[in-house]
């Protein structure tokens, strides 16, 4: 019996049986170990020696493979023919041999590129050792990204409060939507008039042409640049004599393009599908994994994470016959199409994604398909059919026009472009990420000296625009351009970005929240060559070159921490008006718009004489008057704000309507800590802060005062007899009875929920907690990795807090209890201390080691210990 490791359950199944049954085929559940969360989990100064933890779901997992693989003649690894599945074999080879259960077998890796059984056989008869040279580019990288986000992530949580976290790739993702934003924002723009004119020949045929000169001089689409200039020109035409100048007609062809790669596909699904990247390679996987057809589960499409553009000869061959049969010889061309990678690192140019059976066409598995998974791959069934297909004839056509009025010359310009052959246009044309529309139709048939009759003059005025906000699509298309990230990490780069809060998707484009700003900011101010473009590629060519076996990946390591290490140290003792003069500096049209009035814009608006300037808060940044205390206007970050010292919309409060009961002004304005609705003027008029999923574009007077009605009762609760209220606090929406709080599922909620409802979410609530007044069992993180004894993390009445020893901090609101790391609780912890006035949290008294624990201690806990010691 020979045992095959996969990575997932379906692949397992399916696998299982085209071996048949002297074959056991496993899943791994993807990686089985990684770097646990925690100090020291690469250690530089011990040569970046790696500490590996199972995850806790796999060691179930790993248990039964080792049983499995104790009786078995021959362990074969068949994960993913990538690096990260080469990680992945790496990874479960070496816990087998840690488990002693590996003894004479053979250890052999196979890759196949699609889940099909000629596929899996084929690779079967082609096993190989464990690319080394891949799984150290795996090792460098696993390395880096800890060893930059878990130093740098906590140097963000003590400068910027409300900052989560930074990374290699994200980081520079991050710079890239927020460059393109301050380029939007010092966009001036230009006005400019375009000169059009509608002409017929004297066969009634009419077209259009523009304006590209006057008197001899060429005139380009920006140098009419006022109305009386505009207007001259119009009217010299409008009496002008029109005549064909001359007549051009070149032939062009337009080629296909090769099948898709990872980025390629999340470019075009984008574009033409509408799916985010990440959604994008879930249904891919889902296609390559293998879908139920005709009682069979068949793998539609080959590995989808690769760079490369070629693909097999079997392939091409089949898709040829198709299009022959299909479309006919004219459509064929000649010899197949070649197509080659530009990727750098070839160790990954593998085939490019296409159908496995390219004869397999979308309308022969519409019905084994969800919608989804059918758009899909209909888009890479056409890709790839129409990559082999005969290009496009085009013919373009020029007339050059002169329009002559006494002294005055003229001279205007008809394009027009018509398709001659479609050629591989009859199947399949890329979509664009602009609307603009390609050169003009058919032009009628024209010859030189032919005079023209003018029908009509047009002149519009016209504003550039600044250059647009990146799409998914474009953006990584730009990140490809650059060399930052590889095909793999695009779609979970762009959602931690959105997870975080850093950036968000609206109309498509994505928008730079203004903590996004910030990190971007800081990290320009203080750590400029790791977000700069050029490094973060060169350092991806680095990791390239480790997989090609040309580099050795500690060598590298060694080379990046000098530096980097270097970097954070300067930080230490950075002061906070340092890092504020800096993001002042750099952002200055957010922070600091132009008012339109004249005034200085870092003038407070509420006393006159105090400087506004970016201020940091427990809840992240905001704007405030120098002035303070004596001055408190303060605003949220990135509003202009309003004169009476609230944190208001650019345009001031906005006006919902009157409420029908007081009579009173209900306003919507946007303060410190986001948007929310106020009843009425005074010193303290009722407020109600919008709830997370609540747009300010969809508030209306009705939701306005549903929220100032808040808190509702629900009603008398059966046993006690006591009000239950339901009503939105800082942690989200709830129920309260007696100072039991549990939490509802939505804001939606709280307007709606009855009585059976709220006593039930109560009653789980209390459960949880052991009964009413007993402290929650808290959730354990780990150990305080400086003053020793356990972090946990508990829900309190006023929300989740990390405790270790006597000191509770409150988790921020934007961090999720479930996914706060124990870097993150360490930083809460020490920063509640501190404002406590207790300082360093002091250790529990441990017992004394023995003396052969004393002697297994190693230097770096001892250097922890000394640092520790002094800094008390």
């Known amino acids: ?40 989990s690469v250690d530089p100064d011990q040569d970046f020696a790696m500490q590996w933890e199972v995850d806790g779901k796999a060691s179930k997992r790993l248990a039964e493979i080792a049983r499995a693989v104790k009786g078995a003649d021959r362990l074969i690894l068949a994960t993913d023919p990538d690096r990260e599945g080469e990680a992945i074999s790496w990874h ?24 099909t059984k000629q596929s899996v056989l084929e690779a079967m008869k082609k096993p190989r050792e464990i690319d080394v040279a891949l799984v150290d580019a795996y090792l460098a990288r696993r390395a880096l990204d800890y060893l930059v986000g878990f130093t740098l992530s906590p140097v963000l949580w003590r400068k910027l409060p409300g900052a989560r ?34 002409l017929a020949t004297s066969r009634a045929e009419t077209f259009t042409a523009r304006i590209t000169g006057a008197d001899g001089k060429k005139i380009n689409r920006l140098d009419i640049s006022s109305e009386p200039e505009a207007m001259a020109l119009k009217a010299t035409l409008e009496k002008a004599r029109f005549t064909v100048a001359s007549v051009e007609a070149k032939p062009a062809k337009r080629h296909p393009q090769p099948p898709f790669t990872t980025s390629t596909l999340q470019q075009e699904a984008s574009r033409k599908l509408g799916f985010s990247a990440s959604r994008t390679m879930q249904i891919a996987q889902r296609l390559y994994e293998g879908v139920n057809f005709g009682g069979e589960t068949i793998g539609l499409i080959t590995y989808m994470r690769t760079d490369g553009v070629q693909i097999a000869d079997e392939a091409i061959v089949a898709v040829r016959g198709h299009i022959d049969q299909a479309y006919g010889k004219r459509y064929l061309p000649d010899s197949p199409r070649i197509y080659k990678t530009k990727a750098k690192n070839a160790q990954e140019a593998h085939e490019a994604i296409r159908p496995t059976d390219p004869t397999r066409t979308p309308k022969d598995v519409k019905s084994h398909l969800e919608d989804e998974q059918f758009k899909l791959y209909e888009l890479i069934w056409k890709r790839t059919v129409s990559s082999q297909m005969e290009s496009a004839d085009l013919e373009r056509t020029t007339i050059d026009i002169r329009a002559e009025d006494g002294d005055r010359t003229i001279d205007l310009r008809a394009t027009g472009s018509v398709v001659r052959f479609d050629g591989f246009l009859t199947l399949y044309q890329e979509g664009r ?33 600044p250059p647009p906000r990146y799409s998914e699509a474009s953006l990584v298309k730009k990140m490809e351009e650059l060399g930052i990230g590889r095909p793999s990490t695009y779609a979970a780069t762009l959602s931690v970005l959105q997870d975080r809060d850093y950036v968000r998707l609206e109309k498509k484009r994505f928008v730079p929240e203004g903590k996004g700003r910030i990190v971007t900011a800081f990290l320009e101010s203080f750590f400029g060559r790791y977000v700069e473009y050029d490094f973060t590629a060169s350092l991806e060519e680095q990791l390239d070159r480790i997989s090609n076996n040309e580099l050795d990946w500690r060598e590298v390591l060694r080379a990046f921490w000098q530096d980097f290490n270097g970097a954070i140290a300067g930080t230490k003792e950075l002061r906070t008006t340092e890092v504020l003069d800096a993001l002042n500096d750099l952002l200055a049209p ?25 201020k940091l808060g427990k809840f992240g940044a905001f704007v405030g008057c120098s002035n303070y205390p004596e001055c408190r206007y303060t605003r949220q970050l990135g509003t202009a704000g309003g004169d009476d010292g609230q944190a208001l919309e650019s345009d001031g409060p906005r006006e919902l309507g009157k409420d029908p009961e007081s009579g009173l002004d209900v306003t919507l304005r946007d303060g410190r800590f986001g948007p929310y609705v106020q ?115 508990h829900a309190g009445r006023f929300g989740p807090y990390v405790k270790h020893g006597k000191v509770n901090a409150t988790i921020p609101r934007e961090q999720s209890p479930d996914d706060i790391t124990i870097e993150a609780a360490v ?38 210990a000394a640092k520790t010691k002094a800094a008390s």
């Open 1 to 40: 019996m020979d045992v095959v490791i996969v990575e997932s359950p379906a692949k397992a199944k399916t696998i299982n049986k085209y071996l048949g049954s002297n074959y056991e085929v496993l899943a791994s559940y993807g990686h089985v170990r990684d770097l646990p969360p925690k100090d020291g």
């Open 92 to 115: 479960v080879l070496e816990v087998l041999k840690a488990k002693r259960a590996l003894k004479d077998q053979a250890v052999q890796r196979v890759v196949f590129n699609a889940i």
């Open 165 to 198: 976290s930074a990374g290699r790739v994200q980081s520079v993702a991050l710079r890239l939507i927020c460059d393109r934003e301050h380029e939007i924002e010092l966009f001036k723009s230009q006005e400019y008039w375009s000169i059009n004119a509608l």
């Open 433 to 465: 990420d602009d609307e603009e529309d390609d050169e003009g139709g058919r032009l009628p048939l024209v010859t030189n000296g032919e005079e023209l009759k003018r029908e009509k003059i047009d002149a519009a005025q016209h504003f550039t625009e």
């Open 590 to 614: 957010l922070v600091f718009p132009d008012r339109g009035d004249g005034t200085e814009p870092r003038s407070c608006p509420t006393c006159g004489t105090g400087r506004l300037s970016l």
């Open 679 to 793: 009843l009425g003027e005074g010193d303290k008029p009722k407020r109600s802060s919008l709830p997370k999923g609540w747009s300010v574009a969809d508030l209306d007077l009705e939701k306005a005062l549903a929220l100032l009605s808040l808190p509702r009762v629900v009603g008398t609760h059966p046993e006690t007899g006591s009000p239950i209220t339901a009503g939105i606090g800082r942690y989200g929406p709830f129920v309260e009875h007696e100072g039991t709080y549990a939490n509802l599922d939505s804001a939606e909620e709280v307007f709606s929920v009855g009585i059976n409802r709220a006593v039930a979410a109560l009653a789980e609530k209390k459960d949880r907690k052991g009964g009413r007044g007993a402290a929650a069992a808290g959730r354990t993180l780990g150990d305080h990795p400086e003053l020793g004894g356990p972090i946990t993390v």
């Open 827 to 864: 930083a809460l912890i020490a920063a509640r201390a501190e404002k406590a006035g207790t300082g360093k949290v002091k250790a529990k008294p441990k017992a004394k080691a023995t003396a052969s624990k004393a002697k297994a201690a190693t230097k770096p806990k001892a250097k922890a």
